[in-house]
């Protein structure tokens, strides 16, 4: 699992909107993709959008909803994701994203829906305390309605709530541009995965 941090900063320092960072962002999405598939790595999440990086710059919202939407359309028409049997799929608050993204992942899921060889997964719209709240709130209608008894719920009833319930947790969580957080991303996943911290800019 990757924490892409830095392209805003990336592009300031060069001189040039942190819009031109994040289209740099986008191919450097694509060349570790490329690389998680020489490599045989079968799952991989990337943070790409938080809930709190909706308080940006409108704009910027804006800009970075409709990247990313493109990336998903790409990626569901690229050949080698066919070739692979490459699953896609977005995780998060969906109620927050705008339709046309909606209808980006809703094509990229239904393109790849039949594959499972390896999954490529985007967070989006993504909190992983607000994650865990959703659990909590599943596991407490079931119990409310006599589904499930509150001595049966374990680590594993918790986990299947989870937007992630289909993938196996990360045995390594990677962050870029040298801040050392997590920044509420997989936080019941994360729980005995090894953590590793860059100085470069995604």
Known sequence: AIIMDGNGRWATEKGRPRSAGHAAGT????????????????????????TENFNRNPDEVSFLMKLIGESLRELADDQRVHDNRVRLRAIGERDM???DMLEAIEYAERKTAGYGDYNFNMAIAYGGRQEIVNAVKDISSRVKSGDLNVDDIDEDTISECLYTF?????????RTSGE???????????????????????
């Open 27 to 50: 191919e450097a999405l694509r060349d570790i993709i490329r690389a998680s598939d020489d490599w045989g790595i079968k799952c991989l999440t990337v943070y790409a959008f938080s």
């Open 180 to 202: 050392f957080r997590v920044s509420n991303f997989l936080l019941w996943q994360l729980a005995y995965s090894e953590l590793y911290f860059t100085d470069v800019y995604w």
């Open 166 to 174: 289909e993938l196996p947790d990360p045995d390594l969580v990677l």
């Open 97 to 99: 994203i705008p339709e």
